[in-house]
């Protein structure tokens, strides 16, 4: 598995931005065309960027997206069961270019690792549904992908487009929250993955599944696109080992045994999963400091857990 080299740490002033830049693209190996499309931005600006011609402002929405795509990068990253399992699906529907279905609870880490896995892969698009998200965006977003232009195209030409650019080139669709799509959405996926060279992933919690498998109603169905399902999994995975590496991590100095931390994987796994443990951790660390208590132990932990808010 390719692991994400976490850079150092950097002050928000332009020359820090250009020299991160710099090493990201030399550490992954991206085009500059590439790294644009992971940031959000045009390859024109990431020029002006690098040789130091794009006028710097903290405020301005580019700068703003080149700071979170560098925070992403250096955001760390726990190697949990969960992770290697989703990576390696995502790596089958991209070789394969099929389609797959990744649930879990929700916290439980699927888009730090979906994420993390579209850094790493060059080809890979990952795209987030929100509340106001639109069949045009979705079509944006890919085209950007494929380095098209979008301007000035109407829904329908981006469409063509798209599915004309898929044809010679390969990608890996990645949906998160995929169950806050609209059936037509989910269907003008599936058109794409008919005609195109792509794999496709769609992500997000248990009414995912639901969703496609019994559609909306009778006449919003989607049977069609999951028919074409080739690997489907529920990863409510928190193993006692994961709680384990996150609580030494976060708190060195711990007695927490072996039974609790089996007890933690048994009680969160699906219920809050990862995020649960990394929350738990932070407040025993707050509350140990603030009551003095030198060693967190098992006694300690569980009233933390009374104190848990999820």
Not at 29 to 45: C, D, M, R, V
Not at 121 to 146: C, G, M, P, W
């Amino acid at each position: 598995m390719t692991k994400i080299t976490a850079l150092k740490n950097y002050d928000e002033q332009e020359s820090d931005y250009i020299q991160l830049l710099n090493k990201i693209i030399n550490q992954f190996q991206f085009s500059q065309s590439q790294l644009a499309t992971k940031i959000g931005i045009s390859e024109s600006t990431l020029s002006q960027i690098r040789s130091g011609e794009y006028e710097y402002n903290p405020d301005n929405y580019v700068w703003n997206r080149v700071k979170k795509f560098i925070e992403t990068i250096n955001k760390k990253v726990y190697e949990t069961k969960l992770l290697r399992v989703v990576y390696r699906m995502l790596n089958e529907a991209f070789k394969e270019k099929e389609i797959a279905v990744i649930t879990s609870c929700s916290g439980a880490g699927k888009t730090t690792a979906i994420v993390q896995y579209c850094l790493i892969n060059h080809f890979a698009v990952h795209i987030r549904v929100n509340e106001v998200f639109t069949t045009k965006y979705l079509l944006q977003i890919i085209l950007r992908s494929l380095n098209c232009p979008t301007l000035g195209l109407n829904t329908q030409q981006m469409y063509e487009t798209v599915s004309e650019m898929l044809t010679r080139k390969n990608r890996l669709i990645v949906i998160d929250e995929a169950e806050r799509l609209k059936v037509s959405q989910l269907e003008l996926l599936r058109d794409l993955y008919d005609q195109g060279n792509m794999g496709l992933c769609l992500v997000g919690l248990d009414s995912l599944r639901s969703l496609l498998q019994k559609g909306k109603n009778l006449r919003e169905n989607l049977v069609q696109l999951y028919s074409r399902v080739a690997y489907q999994k529920i990863v409510d995975i928190l193993e006692p080992e994961d709680v384990e590496m996150i609580i030494r991590d976060k708190i060195p100095k711990n007695g927490v045994s072996k039974e609790m931390m089996r007890t933690l994987s048994k009680k969160y796994k699906s219920k809050g999963g990862f995020r649960a443990i990394l929350k738990l951790s932070n407040l025993a660390l707050k509350l140990a400091d603030k009551n003095n208590v030198k060693i967190v132990n098992d006694e300690f932990l569980e009233a933390c857990i009374e104190e848990l808010t999820l």
